[in-house]
């Protein structure tokens, strides 16, 4: 779930910034009236580097676990309210011109807003999360820090694993 909304997340940012945020028509002197616009990357700077880190908060979560996947989480999700912010910031609904891009300048910042709440809701499923999910490099931890495992065929190979026959000493073997 939250590897799924910090993708989700860092897609929406970087489409936002890819589209116009503002126009408006300037004079252009002998070219005559035309149209000025500026993308979600140049009004708001934050855009492509918030969703950067989300990527990034993707491999974080994969790799951590325990306390240092909370502090992550709320790394990401103080991200998400920057982005949804950004997205918010000095938007306008009313008083357009004719012939201006509306429609675009209205979703680039409604993208922006809807992948602050998907790094947010990313980053808080984190933080909730933190000791549950499976973290790289688990299998690998002192056998006093990992699991039991209880699946019987898993039993075998870890034994295996070891070096142990696991057909020795009560194990399941055939006569």
Same mark, same amino acid.
């Given at each position: 779930?939250?590897?799924?909304?910090?993708?989700?997340?860092?897609?929406?940012?970087?489409?936002?910034?890819?589209?116009?945020?503002?126009?408006?028509?300037?004079?252009?002197?002998?070219?005559?009236?035309?149209?000025?616009?500026?993308?979600?990357?140049?009004?708001?700077?934050? +855009? $492509?580097?918030?969703?950067? !880190? &989300?990527?990034?908060?993707? *491999? =974080?979560?994969? /790799?951590?676990? @325990?306390?240092?996947?909370?502090?992550?989480?709320?790394?990401?999700?103080?991200?998400?309210?920057?982005?949804?912010w950004a997205g918010v910031a000095g938007?306008?609904?009313?008083?357009?011109?004719?012939?201006?891009?509306?429609?675009?300048?209205?979703?680039?910042?409604?993208?922006?807003?809807?992948?602050?709440? +998907? $790094?947010?809701?990313?980053? !808080? &499923?984190?933080?909730?999360? *933190? =000791?549950?999910? /499976?973290?790289? @490099?688990?299998?690998?931890?002192?056998?006093?820090?990992?699991?039991?495992?209880?699946?019987?065929?898993?039993?075998?190979?870890?034994?295996?694993?070891?070096?142990?026959?696991?057909?020795?000493?009560?194990?399941?073997?055939?006569?």
């Amino acid at each position: 779930m939250m590897v799924v909304a910090l993708l989700l997340g860092a897609l929406a940012l970087w489409g936002a910034a890819k589209l116009t945020w503002y126009a408006e028509f300037r004079d252009g002197g002998v070219r005559g009236t035309v149209l000025y616009r500026e993308t979600g990357e140049q009004r708001a700077t934050a +855009l $492509v580097p918030l969703a950067l !880190l &989300a990527l990034a908060g993707v *491999a =974080g979560l994969i /790799a951590t676990g @325990g306390w240092a996947r909370r502090v992550l989480g709320a790394v990401l999700a103080l991200a998400g309210v920057a982005a949804g912010w950004a997205g918010v910031a000095g938007a306008r609904f009313t008083g357009w011109a004719d012939g201006l891009p509306v429609t675009q300048m209205l979703l680039g910042r409604g993208l922006a807003v809807l992948g602050g709440i +998907l $790094v947010a809701a990313g980053g !808080l &499923a984190a933080i909730k999360g *933190a =000791g549950r999910g /499976a973290r790289l @490099g688990a299998k690998y931890a002192a056998p006093a820090t990992r699991k039991k495992v209880r699946d019987p065929d898993a039993e075998l190979w870890e034994a295996l694993s070891e070096g142990e026959d696991p057909t020795e000493g009560g194990g399941r073997h055939s006569e």
